[in-house]
């Protein structure tokens, strides 16, 4: 379904091979809710997220988006409704442009629409070639934070009914942060998941 989507999960089992990593996790998170997912590291916090994207599958339990069971939902489908930004980014020997639409049609206003909530356009903007700019190999002339920022306008630019962010502004400032996720708050439709380390980042999640 269109909007943002209502999160699922009962009696989750994942592992790698070895004991589980999650083992009959339940979750619920209301439509449009903003939930920070706090735990130590290897926890599970990121396999979460990679189930809920439907990069991997349970062993056991059902995951429920917007009333879908995943296990019966077309990929495509999943594609288009669920993004989700890692702490890691990886950008492409391409355009400023072509990292964001991945070889999509898209019109300027909407790349626009992502840069400014991503608080990206700015730096965008100072670019030699602005959005049309070739950028180095996996973003190597590009800070940290600004390969994040990228890496976050990409995953807004679908719109996504469930927006999952992985430690994905581990490397932006605190202030630029808080302008991020408020803006997100008022503009992008979405029920988000914040993966996160910093209490200022967590702060800002309603649980």
Known sequence: ?????????????????????????????????????????GSGKSTLCHLLSHLHRPERGVVRMGG???????PASVRAHVALAFQETFLFADTVRENLTLGEPMPDGELR???????????????????????????????????QRLALARALLRRPGLLMLDDATSAVDATVERQILDGLRTSLHATTLIVAHRISTIALADR
């Not at 990206?120 to 903007?125: M, S």
């Open 68 to 74: 879908v069971d995943l296990a019966a939902a077309e």
């Open 1 to 41: 379904p269109a909007g943002p989507l209502a999160v699922d999960v009962t009696g989750l089992y994942f592992g790698y091979g070895g004991d589980p990593v999650l083992a009959g996790l339940d979750l619920h998170l209301t439509p449009g809710e903003v939930v920070a997912l706090v735990g130590a590291t």
């Open 113 to 147: 629409w992502a840069l400014e909530r991503a608080r990206a356009d700015r730096f965008v903007d100072r670019l030699p070639g602005g959005i049309d700019q070739v950028l180095g190999e996996r973003g190597v002339t590009l800070s940290g934070g600004q390969r």
